[in-house]
């Protein structure tokens, strides 16, 4: 199995109850492990989901659309920014055998069956790692960062995720896709990443989803 960074007190345990968020550190739904399939035109992946994680009924159409839209991503390391059980992060170990993939979520049950997934699908010879925003290395830099981000945590607190990634984004070749939809922000999340410099494309919009490629500040 691939050799996968986990931290010691993340165990498995959308949520789809009301009052419980998937982006709460510790969820309070009880456990109902489940499963999904993830099925896109070069690979099929089961993944294992649970209560009080990001659409842990089905595969988000966003994720699957941005899934089917990424291509040619630089060499080095590969974020997954709010991984939840990991259909992005296990999807990318498969595409880019030779990429570190690192895996962040706020959520303890979301990391464990991220790291459950990736063990199941990577390569055996793979080194992954599923870590906390608490964890991240002070100096880790990556080549491309590919994320469903986490909008309902509110504009303040999501700005200050994305611009915190985008600042470690490898120069000059360092990208970012996201997905996001129109009616949780999209087109403003758009301008105000250009009206920090960076170049913003919309690559797709499709079902009220707009896929979008982030590049480095124009000079």
């Given amino acids: 199995m691939p050799r996968v960074h986990l931290p010691d007190n993340t165990e498995p345990d959308q949520g789809g109850d009301s009052a419980d968020h998937y982006f709460a550190e510790t969820p309070l739904a009880a456990s109902r492990p489940s499963s999904v399939r993830l099925t896109l035109p070069d690979l099929t992946l089961d993944l294992q989901t649970d209560s009080g994680v990001f659409s842990a009924s089905r595969i988000d159409p966003g994720t699957k659309l941005l899934l089917m839209e990424i291509r040619d991503l630089p060499e080095g390391a590969i974020l997954d920014l709010g991984c939840g059980y990991g259909p992005v992060a296990a999807t990318l170990a498969r595409r880019y055998p030779e990429s570190s993939i ?115 500040p124009s000079a």
Wanted: net charge positive.
């Fill in 102 to 216: 690192w895996a962040v979520d706020v959520n303890s049950r979301a990391r464990a069956l991220c790291a459950l997934n990736l063990a199941a699908s990577a390569d055996p010879n793979r080194e992954v790692h599923v870590i906390s925003p608490d964890e991240v290395p002070a100096d880790l830099t990556v080549a491309a960062i590919v994320s469903n981000p986490p909008i309902r945590i509110g504009k303040p607190a999501l700005h200050k995720i994305i611009e915190f990634w985008l600042e470690r984004l490898e120069k000059p070749h360092g990208v970012a896709w996201l997905v996001v939809h129109k009616n949780l922000g999209a087109d403003s999340l758009c301008g105000w990443m250009r009206e920090r410099g960076y170049l913003v494309s919309k690559v797709r919009s499709r079902q009220g989803y707009r896929i979008l490629k982030v590049t480095q």
